[in-house]
């Protein structure tokens, strides 16, 4: 019986690759933990990417409840939010796709850990499409015949794994932009010192 309730296999082969395209997408907070880690290091960023973390945990926890008490209530209204969910999740990505914006901003810089990881909170909790993105992304994997407490708990924790791996890959590129700029500092250096003539 628990077997059954479960997210099936091959809708987790299709929820993971299009879950982790999200979560990569170069958004204002993955952009934070690249700019963490190229003036702090990779830990810093790590650990502040933790109240990233927390705050998509309550939105994934509010739009699952929301969710659930949809579907229990009309399996015709969850319905609904699944097709509008779907043409939300395409309008999102006709405006990347058409978007002239550039990913790269100016971000307020703080050392302390608490402060960093305070940052990251506010900036998840502040931006009113995350819940939307949970809304309209996770019924598209959940089946009506089946718990859906638990198949939102196995969906939202798989997020949250990604959102992790989305968050040290970030980092990892803030430390080799941090090396880059190095170098190239380096590299300006040895240019100007050589003479002219």
């Not at 809708?11 to 879950?19: D, G, M, R, T, Y």
């Not at 982790?20 to 003036?39: E, I, V």
């Not at 550039?102 to 900036?123: D, H």
């Amino acid at each position: 019986m628990f077997g059954e309730s479960i997210v099936e296999i091959w809708k987790l082969l299709f929820f993971i690759p299009a879950c982790f395209a999200l979560n990569m997408t170069p958004g204002p907070n993955n952009l934070l933990s690249m700019n963490n880690a190229r003036c702090y290091g990779f830990k810093s960023a790590w650990i502040a990417g933790l109240g990233r973390i927390a705050a998509f945990t309550v939105m994934i926890t509010l739009a699952a409840s929301g969710l659930a008490v949809v579907l229990y209530a009309s399996e015709i209204l969850f319905f609904i939010i699944k097709v509008l969910g779907v043409a939300y999740l395409f309008w999102i990505a006709f405006n990347l796709w058409c978007s002239e914006a550039s990913p790269i901003s100016e971000i307020e810089r703080s050392r302390n850990l608490l402060g960093l990881a305070k940052q990251e909170f506010l900036l998840a909790a502040g931006n009113p499409k995350a819940i939307l993105i949970f809304t309209a992304f996770l019924p598209q994997f959940v089946d009506v015949a089946a718990n859906a407490n638990e198949q939102f708990f196995v969906l939202g924790l798989t997020f949250l794994l990604l959102e992790v791996a989305a968050i040290s890959l970030y980092a990892l590129f803030g430390i080799y932009l941090r090396q880059w700029f190095k170098s190239l500092k380096w590299h300006s250096a040895l240019i100007a010192s050589v003479p002219l003539y």
